[in-house]
């Protein structure tokens, strides 16, 4: 598990600067944030599930951060 945890990680700070625009989300939770949102932060590696869109999160059933308000795609 650690080295799994550790291997996320690396990925994640090897991302370029355009594919940390995505939406992150938990497997816990039924929230979608932007990356630098506190909530976010808090999100432990194998419970991550990122996003391209806004869409993309609706349709698998979350709903936008209260706290760090991401974009809420239009209908």
């Not at 698998?60 to 308000?69: D, E, Q, S, T």
């Not at 991401?70 to 209908?75: A, G, L, S």
Request: hydrophobic residues 50%; proline residues 9%; aromatic residues 10%.
């Amino acid at each position: 598990m650690r080295r799994l945890v550790t291997l996320v990680i690396i990925f994640v700070l090897a991302l370029p600067l355009s594919a940390m625009a995505d939406f992150w989300a938990s497997r816990q939770s039924n929230k979608y944030h932007h990356p630098s949102c506190v909530w976010a932060k808090r999100i432990k590696a194998a419970n991550l599930v990122v996003f391209k869109t806004p869409a993309e999160a609706v349709r698998a059933g979350y709903l936008p951060c209260n706290v760090c308000k991401p974009p809420v795609p239009r209908r």
